[in-house]
DNA sequence: GTGCGTGCAAAGACTTTGCACGTAC
DNA sequence: GTACGTGCAAAGTCTTTGCACGCAC
């Protein structure tokens, strides 16, 4: 995937402005995130990394997976108690979800008209919008 | 408040339905929730129990909860990891959240036309919307 | 060389569950 | 009278943290 680099680049100088360090378990866990196409649990990155070989701990998964986020490269998304999820983010100013309740399944879709209706509302209340997260919840019609 | 005699009802029709009692406890639950304006936590839940004089176990009140999410009384609310916020839902079709990210805060807001758009989508996609949760993450102007 | 980072295991927060007793229907 | 419900405490899950050692800069 040709977003590897860029992306890595982005955590780098992220680090570097923190003044925080760019080790290897954090290049082979973007690494590792990067092969997910869509959603991911901590856990299942976690087993990943063992998969691709790589040896790196959970608590260092998920203090990377908290630096990720405050860089913006990933998001966190939540759609239920039992699942905290996570995705690659790539500047994106929010995202949707369609959840299919009977499945269970999760896919994401883009919904550009929501941000201007989202702007439009936080402008009208005084506030304005940093991003957003939308989740529909849907059945076969 | 007037809503709470049809939403009591509503739960004891969908209790005897699944062959389930209404016990004093999850009136006394229903009560409470019905005091709170917006968003709440169960630990918060506990708290006015205990305030309004009812003697509610936790175990009780998460049970309750559960319950009266799957008859669509309350909407279970995540917008971040920490909290697990439940809020009345009335039949609401969705709900619409402001999360101040500098204070922490968040309001219930009304965003009708994204009923449409999300409505459109799915109807494109051969799905059928069925609720949706939508957090906008705004800072001051 | 100096912090920052890591792994481990223990601690934490929140939620769920097993069990014996109690109660709505 | 018979499930179902409740409280309690213990168990579970997921995530965070303290500590000693190690490594990037």
Same mark, same amino acid.
């Given at each position: 995937?040709?977003?590897?680099a860029?992306l890595c680049?982005v955590?780098?100088? =992220?680090?570097?402005?923190?003044? +925080? !360090?760019y ?5 082979? #866990? ?6 997910f /196409? ?6 299942q990155?976690?087993?990943a990394?063992?998969?691709n070989?790589?040896q790196v701990?959970? =608590?260092?998964?998920?203090?990377? +997976? !908290? ?5 913006s490269? #990933? ?6 108690? /039992?699942?905290?999820h ?6 994106k100013?929010?995202n ?19 941000i ?21 919840f849907?059945?076969?019609?």
């Amino acid at each position: 995937m040709e977003i590897i680099a860029p992306l890595c680049a982005v955590f780098r100088r =992220a680090l570097k402005e923190e003044g +925080l !360090k760019y080790t290897p378990e954090r290049a082979r #866990i973007l690494d590792t995130i990067i092969e997910f /196409d869509g959603l991911f649990e901590a856990d299942q990155l976690l087993d990943a990394l063992k998969a691709n070989g790589y040896q790196v701990s959970k =608590a260092t998964v998920y203090r990377t +997976l !908290k630096l990720l986020e405050s860089c913006s490269i #990933i998001q966190h998304v939540l759609f239920d108690r /039992d699942q905290s999820h996570y995705q690659l983010a790539f500047g994106k100013q929010g995202n949707t979800l369609l959840v299919h309740v009977d499945t269970g399944e999760v896919e994401t879709i883009e919904l550009p008209e929501l941000i201007a209706l989202r702007d439009a509302i936080c402008q009208k209340r005084g506030f304005k919008a940093q991003g957003h997260k939308l989740q529909i919840f849907v059945t076969d019609a």
